[in-house]
Protein backbone atom coordinates (compact mmCIF):
# COMPACT_ATOMS: atom_id res chain seq x y z
CA UNK A 1 0.00 0.00 0.00
CA UNK A 2 1.23 3.55 -1.25
CA UNK A 3 1.88 5.97 1.96
CA UNK A 4 2.72 9.27 2.99
CA UNK A 5 3.91 11.28 5.77
CA UNK A 6 2.67 14.63 6.88
CA UNK A 7 6.43 15.61 6.60
CA UNK A 8 6.67 14.62 3.18
CA UNK A 9 4.03 16.50 1.98
CA UNK A 10 4.98 19.30 3.27
CA UNK A 11 8.13 19.20 1.59
CA UNK A 12 6.45 18.86 -1.90
CA UNK A 13 3.98 21.49 -1.31
CA UNK A 14 7.20 23.43 -0.69
CA UNK A 15 8.71 22.85 -3.55
CA UNK A 16 5.35 23.74 -5.48
CA UNK A 17 4.64 20.45 -7.05
CA UNK A 18 2.04 19.01 -4.46
CA UNK A 19 -1.49 18.95 -5.96
CA UNK A 20 -3.68 20.16 -3.76
CA UNK A 21 -7.61 20.57 -4.44
CA UNK A 22 -11.04 20.70 -3.06
CA UNK A 23 -12.88 17.81 -1.99
CA UNK A 24 -15.51 18.74 -4.28
CA UNK A 25 -12.98 19.48 -7.02
CA UNK A 26 -11.81 16.04 -6.24
CA UNK A 27 -15.32 14.27 -6.72
CA UNK A 28 -16.30 16.24 -9.95
CA UNK A 29 -13.40 14.51 -11.27
CA UNK A 30 -14.23 10.96 -9.99
CA UNK A 31 -17.83 11.91 -11.26
CA UNK A 32 -16.21 12.74 -14.38
CA UNK A 33 -15.09 9.15 -14.81
CA UNK A 34 -11.42 10.43 -15.56
CA UNK A 35 -9.36 7.90 -14.01
CA UNK A 36 -8.06 9.11 -10.89
CA UNK A 37 -5.17 7.62 -8.12
CA UNK A 38 -4.04 8.51 -5.26
CA UNK A 39 -0.67 9.96 -6.75
CA UNK A 40 -3.02 12.69 -8.93
CA UNK A 41 -3.53 14.27 -5.20
CA UNK A 42 -1.76 15.15 -2.32
CA UNK A 43 -4.13 17.36 -0.18
CA UNK A 44 -7.88 17.41 0.06
CA UNK A 45 -9.45 20.66 1.57
CA UNK A 46 -12.51 19.55 2.96
CA UNK A 47 -15.22 22.26 4.92
CA UNK A 48 -18.60 22.67 6.16
CA UNK A 49 -20.90 25.33 7.21
CA UNK A 50 -23.74 24.75 9.31
CA UNK A 51 -25.62 26.20 12.29
CA UNK A 52 -23.84 24.94 15.00
CA UNK A 53 -25.43 24.84 18.50
CA UNK A 54 -22.21 24.31 20.61
CA UNK A 55 -20.45 27.31 20.00
CA UNK A 56 -19.48 29.85 22.58
CA UNK A 57 -17.23 32.68 23.38
CA UNK A 58 -14.89 33.83 26.32
CA UNK A 59 -14.19 37.67 26.31
CA UNK A 60 -12.41 39.21 28.70
CA UNK A 61 -12.26 43.85 28.26
CA UNK A 62 -12.32 46.34 31.02
CA UNK A 63 -15.96 48.38 32.30
CA UNK A 64 -14.67 50.99 33.89
CA UNK A 65 -12.26 52.45 35.96
CA UNK A 66 -10.26 50.61 38.77
CA UNK A 67 -12.40 50.55 42.04
CA UNK A 68 -15.13 51.66 40.93
CA UNK A 69 -16.69 48.27 41.42
CA UNK A 70 -15.76 44.96 43.85
CA UNK A 71 -16.85 42.28 41.20
CA UNK A 72 -19.75 42.25 38.63
CA UNK A 73 -22.96 40.15 39.29
CA UNK A 74 -24.82 40.20 35.96
CA UNK A 75 -23.75 40.90 32.83
CA UNK A 76 -25.19 41.64 29.17
CA UNK A 77 -23.55 42.23 25.92
CA UNK A 78 -26.56 43.40 23.58
CA UNK A 79 -28.95 42.77 25.87
CA UNK A 80 -27.24 39.09 25.63
CA UNK A 81 -26.78 37.40 29.13
CA UNK A 82 -23.09 35.73 29.72
CA UNK A 83 -21.92 33.57 32.59
CA UNK A 84 -19.20 36.00 34.42
CA UNK A 85 -15.85 34.25 35.33
CA UNK A 86 -14.11 32.49 35.74
CA UNK A 87 -11.46 35.39 37.00
CA UNK A 88 -13.80 37.42 39.47
CA UNK A 89 -11.06 40.18 38.69
CA UNK A 90 -11.97 42.06 41.65
CA UNK A 91 -11.31 45.85 41.96
CA UNK A 92 -10.26 46.40 38.77
CA UNK A 93 -12.65 47.25 36.22
CA UNK A 94 -12.33 44.67 34.30
CA UNK A 95 -14.57 41.65 32.82
CA UNK A 96 -13.65 37.59 31.82
CA UNK A 97 -17.08 36.47 30.99
CA UNK A 98 -18.56 33.44 28.83
CA UNK A 99 -21.25 34.31 25.75
CA UNK A 100 -23.02 31.28 24.48
CA UNK A 101 -23.62 31.14 20.80
CA UNK A 102 -27.59 30.41 21.80
CA UNK A 103 -27.84 32.79 24.44
CA UNK A 104 -30.53 35.52 23.65
CA UNK A 105 -31.45 38.71 24.04
CA UNK A 106 -34.64 38.77 26.89
CA UNK A 107 -36.38 41.91 24.98
CA UNK A 108 -35.41 40.91 21.00
CA UNK A 109 -36.01 36.94 21.58
CA UNK A 110 -34.37 36.82 17.58
CA UNK A 111 -30.94 38.13 18.69
CA UNK A 112 -28.89 36.28 20.41
CA UNK A 113 -25.40 34.88 20.77
CA UNK A 114 -24.19 34.38 17.66
CA UNK A 115 -25.44 37.76 15.82
CA UNK A 116 -23.28 39.25 18.62
CA UNK A 117 -20.27 37.69 17.52
CA UNK A 118 -20.91 38.30 13.84
CA UNK A 119 -21.38 42.29 15.04
CA UNK A 120 -18.21 42.13 17.15
CA UNK A 121 -16.21 40.64 14.47
CA UNK A 122 -17.62 43.41 12.05
CA UNK A 123 -16.10 45.66 14.28
CA UNK A 124 -19.11 47.07 15.87
CA UNK A 125 -20.02 48.52 18.94
CA UNK A 126 -21.78 46.56 21.21
CA UNK A 127 -23.39 48.06 24.39
CA UNK A 128 -22.37 46.25 28.38
CA UNK A 129 -24.68 46.31 30.97
CA UNK A 130 -22.80 45.19 34.45
CA UNK A 131 -25.05 45.06 37.98
CA UNK A 132 -21.97 44.43 40.57
CA UNK A 133 -22.42 42.24 43.74
CA UNK A 134 -22.87 46.22 45.51
CA UNK A 135 -26.48 46.42 42.93
CA UNK A 136 -24.18 49.52 41.53
CA UNK A 137 -24.78 49.63 37.49
CA UNK A 138 -22.78 50.18 35.06
CA UNK A 139 -23.38 51.27 31.18
CA UNK A 140 -20.32 50.82 28.89
CA UNK A 141 -19.57 50.06 25.18
CA UNK A 142 -16.97 47.96 24.12
CA UNK A 143 -15.87 46.46 20.30
CA UNK A 144 -13.76 43.55 19.46
CA UNK A 145 -10.37 45.65 19.17
CA UNK A 146 -11.20 46.33 22.60
CA UNK A 147 -10.78 43.01 23.72
CA UNK A 148 -7.75 41.97 24.24
CA UNK A 149 -8.77 37.98 24.30
CA UNK A 150 -11.76 36.90 22.32
CA UNK A 151 -11.62 33.27 21.67
CA UNK A 152 -14.20 31.24 20.05
CA UNK A 153 -14.68 27.22 20.86
CA UNK A 154 -16.71 25.02 19.46
CA UNK A 155 -17.91 22.05 21.95
CA UNK A 156 -19.38 19.89 18.77
CA UNK A 157 -18.31 21.28 15.32
CA UNK A 158 -18.59 19.12 12.44
CA UNK A 159 -21.83 16.92 13.29
CA UNK A 160 -25.42 16.14 13.16
CA UNK A 161 -25.64 15.04 9.27
CA UNK A 162 -28.96 14.09 9.68
CA UNK A 163 -32.73 14.48 8.11
CA UNK A 164 -35.70 15.85 9.84
CA UNK A 165 -38.75 15.64 9.65
CA UNK A 166 -41.96 15.60 12.44
CA UNK A 167 -44.43 12.14 12.18
CA UNK A 168 -46.78 14.04 14.80
CA UNK A 169 -49.86 15.53 13.85
CA UNK A 170 -49.07 18.64 15.36
CA UNK A 171 -46.70 21.45 13.93
CA UNK A 172 -43.64 22.01 16.40
CA UNK A 173 -41.22 25.28 17.69
CA UNK A 174 -38.07 23.74 17.06
CA UNK A 175 -34.29 24.69 16.17
CA UNK A 176 -34.38 22.72 13.20
CA UNK A 177 -37.38 25.04 11.63
CA UNK A 178 -37.47 28.68 10.68
CA UNK A 179 -41.39 28.31 10.25
CA UNK A 180 -43.43 26.06 12.91
CA UNK A 181 -42.11 22.13 11.85
CA UNK A 182 -45.19 20.81 9.79
CA UNK A 183 -46.38 17.54 11.12
CA UNK A 184 -47.43 14.22 9.73
CA UNK A 185 -44.23 14.50 7.66
CA UNK A 186 -45.38 16.88 5.69
CA UNK A 187 -42.00 18.57 5.37
CA UNK A 188 -38.61 17.79 6.41
CA UNK A 189 -35.08 19.88 6.87
CA UNK A 190 -31.50 18.44 6.90
CA UNK A 191 -27.97 19.36 8.11
CA UNK A 192 -24.61 18.42 6.40
CA UNK A 193 -22.37 19.30 3.92
CA UNK A 194 -21.76 15.85 2.02
CA UNK A 195 -18.54 14.89 0.18
CA UNK A 196 -17.38 18.04 1.21
CA UNK A 197 -17.40 17.62 5.29
CA UNK A 198 -14.46 17.26 7.59
CA UNK A 199 -16.67 13.85 8.69
CA UNK A 200 -17.11 12.26 5.36
CA UNK A 201 -13.24 12.94 4.20
CA UNK A 202 -11.92 10.76 7.05
CA UNK A 203 -14.20 8.82 8.78
CA UNK A 204 -12.00 7.23 10.95
CA UNK A 205 -10.05 10.29 12.20
CA UNK A 206 -6.79 8.76 10.51
CA UNK A 207 -5.30 12.18 9.08
CA UNK A 208 -6.20 15.01 11.73
CA UNK A 209 -6.29 14.66 15.74
CA UNK A 210 -5.40 17.30 18.59
CA UNK A 211 -3.77 20.07 17.46
CA UNK A 212 -4.44 19.83 14.18
CA UNK A 213 -4.71 23.78 12.49
CA UNK A 214 -7.77 23.90 10.91
CA UNK A 215 -9.58 27.04 9.36
CA UNK A 216 -12.47 28.11 11.93
CA UNK A 217 -15.08 31.10 10.34
CA UNK A 218 -11.59 32.03 8.10
CA UNK A 219 -8.88 32.18 10.97
CA UNK A 220 -6.40 29.78 12.01
CA UNK A 221 -7.78 27.45 14.74
CA UNK A 222 -6.79 23.95 16.36
CA UNK A 223 -8.75 20.71 16.83
CA UNK A 224 -8.97 20.03 20.89
CA UNK A 225 -10.34 16.78 20.57
CA UNK A 226 -13.58 14.77 20.46
CA UNK A 227 -16.43 16.73 21.33
CA UNK A 228 -19.57 16.76 23.33
CA UNK A 229 -22.54 13.92 22.12
CA UNK A 230 -19.73 12.17 19.72
CA UNK A 231 -19.30 8.51 19.77
CA UNK A 232 -17.69 5.72 17.75
CA UNK A 233 -20.44 6.00 14.79
CA UNK A 234 -21.49 9.21 15.33
CA UNK A 235 -18.14 11.72 15.52
CA UNK A 236 -17.95 14.81 15.34
CA UNK A 237 -14.50 17.25 17.01
CA UNK A 238 -14.25 20.36 19.33
CA UNK A 239 -12.03 23.26 18.33
CA UNK A 240 -10.76 27.09 19.24
CA UNK A 241 -9.85 29.98 16.94
CA UNK A 242 -9.40 33.57 18.06
CA UNK A 243 -11.84 35.83 16.96
CA UNK A 244 -9.87 38.69 16.11
CA UNK A 245 -8.56 37.25 12.71
CA UNK A 246 -12.16 35.56 12.01
CA UNK A 247 -14.43 36.65 8.42
CA UNK A 248 -17.71 37.81 9.67
CA UNK A 249 -19.05 36.34 6.07
CA UNK A 250 -18.57 33.03 7.78
CA UNK A 251 -20.17 33.54 11.49
CA UNK A 252 -23.52 34.40 12.53
CA UNK A 253 -27.07 34.16 14.47
CA UNK A 254 -29.84 32.31 12.33
CA UNK A 255 -33.30 32.63 13.59
CA UNK A 256 -35.18 29.51 14.23
CA UNK A 257 -38.79 29.14 15.19
CA UNK A 258 -37.72 28.16 18.78
CA UNK A 259 -34.37 30.12 19.58
CA UNK A 260 -31.98 31.88 17.36
CA UNK A 261 -29.28 30.04 16.78
CA UNK A 262 -25.63 30.08 16.06
CA UNK A 263 -23.30 29.58 12.74
CA UNK A 264 -20.11 28.68 12.66
CA UNK A 265 -17.50 27.38 9.20
CA UNK A 266 -14.95 24.84 9.61
CA UNK A 267 -11.99 23.77 6.66
CA UNK A 268 -10.13 21.60 7.39
CA UNK A 269 -7.33 19.94 5.64
CA UNK A 270 -7.13 16.03 4.88
CA UNK A 271 -3.76 14.92 4.09
CA UNK A 272 -3.89 11.51 1.44
CA UNK A 273 -1.80 9.26 3.50
CA UNK A 274 -2.79 6.42 2.50
CA UNK A 275 -5.45 4.93 -0.05
CA UNK A 276 -7.61 4.61 2.61
CA UNK A 277 -8.28 7.73 2.84
CA UNK A 278 -7.60 8.75 -0.60
CA UNK A 279 -10.81 6.60 -1.04
CA UNK A 280 -12.98 8.07 1.23
CA UNK A 281 -12.01 11.74 -0.25
CA UNK A 282 -13.53 10.06 -3.58
CA UNK A 283 -16.86 8.92 -2.01
CA UNK A 284 -19.52 11.09 -3.79
CA UNK A 285 -22.96 12.18 -2.49
CA UNK A 286 -24.73 9.54 -4.47
CA UNK A 287 -23.15 7.10 -2.07
CA UNK A 288 -23.03 8.81 1.33
CA UNK A 289 -26.04 7.81 3.23
CA UNK A 290 -27.73 10.07 6.06
CA UNK A 291 -30.48 9.09 8.47
CA UNK A 292 -33.73 10.47 8.39
CA UNK A 293 -35.04 10.96 12.17
CA UNK A 294 -37.96 12.26 13.95
CA UNK A 295 -36.95 15.66 15.36
CA UNK A 296 -38.73 15.37 18.54
CA UNK A 297 -36.15 12.22 19.94
CA UNK A 298 -34.34 11.82 17.20
CA UNK A 299 -35.88 8.34 16.86
CA UNK A 300 -34.56 6.68 13.23
CA UNK A 301 -37.31 6.57 10.53
CA UNK A 302 -35.18 5.94 7.75
CA UNK A 303 -32.17 7.03 5.12
CA UNK A 304 -31.58 9.28 2.30
CA UNK A 305 -29.03 9.97 0.37
CA UNK A 306 -26.70 13.55 -0.06
CA UNK A 307 -27.82 13.57 -3.38
CA UNK A 308 -31.11 13.58 -2.58
CA UNK A 309 -30.64 16.38 -0.74
CA UNK A 310 -28.04 18.41 -2.70
CA UNK A 311 -27.94 19.27 -6.18
CA UNK A 312 -24.90 20.59 -7.49
CA UNK A 313 -25.97 22.79 -9.71
CA UNK A 314 -29.21 23.94 -7.81
CA UNK A 315 -27.76 25.12 -4.92
CA UNK A 316 -27.67 29.21 -5.32
CA UNK A 317 -31.01 30.82 -4.20
CA UNK A 318 -32.25 33.49 -7.04
CA UNK A 319 -35.26 35.93 -6.05
CA UNK A 320 -37.44 36.96 -9.18
CA UNK A 321 -38.03 40.66 -7.86
CA UNK A 322 -39.81 41.79 -11.58
CA UNK A 323 -42.05 38.87 -10.99
CA UNK A 324 -43.02 39.36 -7.50
CA UNK A 325 -43.58 42.96 -8.65
CA UNK A 326 -46.43 41.57 -10.95
CA UNK A 327 -47.98 39.03 -8.33
CA UNK A 328 -47.78 40.15 -4.99
CA UNK A 329 -51.21 41.38 -4.56
CA UNK A 330 -52.28 38.10 -4.44
CA UNK A 331 -49.63 37.37 -1.83
CA UNK A 332 -52.34 37.79 1.05
CA UNK A 333 -53.45 35.45 4.71
CA UNK A 334 -56.91 34.35 5.65
CA UNK A 335 -57.82 37.38 5.90
CA UNK A 336 -57.01 39.36 3.57
CA UNK A 337 -53.83 41.12 4.65
CA UNK A 338 -50.79 41.38 2.60
CA UNK A 339 -48.39 38.52 3.64
CA UNK A 340 -44.43 37.54 2.13
CA UNK A 341 -43.47 34.55 3.81
CA UNK A 342 -39.78 35.46 2.48
CA UNK A 343 -39.25 38.05 4.44
CA UNK A 344 -40.78 37.45 7.60
CA UNK A 345 -39.12 33.96 8.13
CA UNK A 346 -35.99 34.72 6.64
CA UNK A 347 -33.77 33.47 8.99
CA UNK A 348 -30.75 35.94 7.88
CA UNK A 349 -32.43 38.87 7.63
CA UNK A 350 -31.15 38.86 4.07
CA UNK A 351 -34.35 38.91 2.27
CA UNK A 352 -36.32 42.46 1.75
CA UNK A 353 -39.14 43.09 -0.51
CA UNK A 354 -37.44 45.24 -3.22
CA UNK A 355 -34.27 44.47 -3.14
CA UNK A 356 -31.16 41.84 -4.46
CA UNK A 357 -30.89 38.80 -1.69
CA UNK A 358 -28.60 40.36 0.50
CA UNK A 359 -25.63 37.62 -0.55
CA UNK A 360 -23.26 39.06 2.04
CA UNK A 361 -25.81 37.77 4.47
CA UNK A 362 -27.55 35.18 2.94
CA UNK A 363 -27.17 31.25 3.98
CA UNK A 364 -29.07 29.73 0.94
CA UNK A 365 -30.98 27.81 3.32
CA UNK A 366 -34.42 27.66 1.00
CA UNK A 367 -36.71 29.00 3.05
CA UNK A 368 -37.97 31.74 0.55
CA UNK A 369 -38.16 28.96 -2.03
CA UNK A 370 -40.03 26.97 0.04
CA UNK A 371 -42.52 29.61 1.58
CA UNK A 372 -42.70 32.07 -1.53
CA UNK A 373 -46.46 32.24 -1.81
CA UNK A 374 -46.25 32.84 -6.10
CA UNK A 375 -43.29 30.31 -6.57
CA UNK A 376 -40.46 33.16 -7.27
CA UNK A 377 -38.08 32.31 -5.57
CA UNK A 378 -35.74 29.07 -6.95
CA UNK A 379 -33.12 26.91 -6.17
CA UNK A 380 -33.03 22.80 -6.25
CA UNK A 381 -34.03 22.18 -2.82
CA UNK A 382 -34.25 17.96 -3.05
CA UNK A 383 -36.50 15.57 -1.33
CA UNK A 384 -36.45 12.26 0.93
CA UNK A 385 -38.26 9.54 0.30
CA UNK A 386 -39.94 7.07 3.45
CA UNK A 387 -42.18 4.30 2.31
CA UNK A 388 -44.74 5.50 0.17
CA UNK A 389 -44.12 8.86 0.71
CA UNK A 390 -42.42 12.15 -0.60
CA UNK A 391 -41.04 14.60 1.78
CA UNK A 392 -40.13 17.70 0.68
CA UNK A 393 -36.81 19.78 1.98
CA UNK A 394 -37.83 23.17 3.04
CA UNK A 395 -34.68 24.24 5.22
CA UNK A 396 -31.31 23.55 4.76
CA UNK A 397 -29.38 23.96 7.78
CA UNK A 398 -26.23 23.47 6.15
CA UNK A 399 -24.26 26.54 3.56
CA UNK A 400 -22.83 24.40 0.71
CA UNK A 401 -21.97 27.32 -0.85
CA UNK A 402 -20.06 29.71 2.01
CA UNK A 403 -18.28 26.07 2.92
CA UNK A 404 -17.01 25.81 -0.68
CA UNK A 405 -15.91 28.92 -0.62
CA UNK A 406 -13.88 28.20 2.34
CA UNK A 407 -12.37 24.77 1.33
CA UNK A 408 -11.02 26.86 -1.71
CA UNK A 409 -9.22 29.51 0.83
CA UNK A 410 -7.99 26.88 2.84
CA UNK A 411 -6.33 25.25 -0.60
CA UNK A 412 -5.21 28.52 -1.95
CA UNK A 413 -3.21 29.31 1.50
CA UNK A 414 -1.60 25.81 1.26
CA UNK A 415 -0.82 26.17 -2.02
CA UNK A 416 0.57 29.85 -1.08
CA UNK A 417 2.44 28.75 1.94
CA UNK A 418 -0.09 31.13 4.12
CA UNK A 419 -1.25 27.69 5.98
CA UNK A 420 1.00 24.72 6.86
CA UNK A 421 -0.49 21.32 7.56
CA UNK A 422 0.64 19.96 11.15
CA UNK A 423 0.90 16.63 13.19
CA UNK A 424 -1.53 16.12 15.48
CA UNK A 425 0.07 16.30 18.70
CA UNK A 426 -2.37 13.76 19.89
CA UNK A 427 -5.10 11.22 18.76
CA UNK A 428 -8.56 11.47 19.32
CA UNK A 429 -9.40 8.22 21.06
CA UNK A 430 -13.11 6.31 21.10
S1 LIG B 1 -44.56 35.84 -1.17
FE1 LIG B 1 -43.20 35.78 -2.95
S2 LIG B 1 -44.31 36.78 -4.60
FE2 LIG B 1 -45.37 37.28 -2.68
S3 LIG B 1 -44.49 39.24 -2.07
FE3 LIG B 1 -43.27 37.66 -1.08
S4 LIG B 1 -41.58 37.23 -2.48
FE4 LIG B 1 -43.12 38.38 -3.65
S1 LIG C 1 -32.11 31.48 1.01
FE1 LIG C 1 -33.72 33.03 1.18
S2 LIG C 1 -34.53 32.75 3.24
FE2 LIG C 1 -32.55 31.69 3.19
S3 LIG C 1 -31.06 33.19 3.91
FE3 LIG C 1 -31.14 33.39 1.68
S4 LIG C 1 -32.65 34.98 1.30
FE4 LIG C 1 -32.95 34.30 3.39
Redesign the pocket.
Known sequence: MVKRTIQELKTKIKSGSAVIMTATELCDLVRSGESISMKDVDVVTSATRAVMSGTMAILSFRVSNKCEFTRAAEIYLDGVPAVLGPAPNENLGWIDCLVMGTAKNSKNEQYGGGHLFRNLVEGKEIEVFVRSIEGKEISATTSLKEMPYAMMFLTRGVCALMVYTNPAPEPMKTIFSVKEFGGNLSEATFSGCGELSPIKNDLEFHTFGIGTRILLNGAEGYILGKGTLSSNNRRNFSGIADMHHMDPEYMGGFKTSASPEVISTWAVPIPILNEDVFRTACVTDDLLELPIVDVYGRDHLGKAHFSDLWDRDGIF?K?HRSKCKELRSDCKDENGNFKCP?QE????D??TLDQE?NYN?????????AFCLQGI?H?TMGKVRLGNKEIPIVLRHSDRIRAEKLAKKLRDKIISGEFELSEPVGEIKY
Open positions: VYPLCPMAFIRCFHCGTCVCS
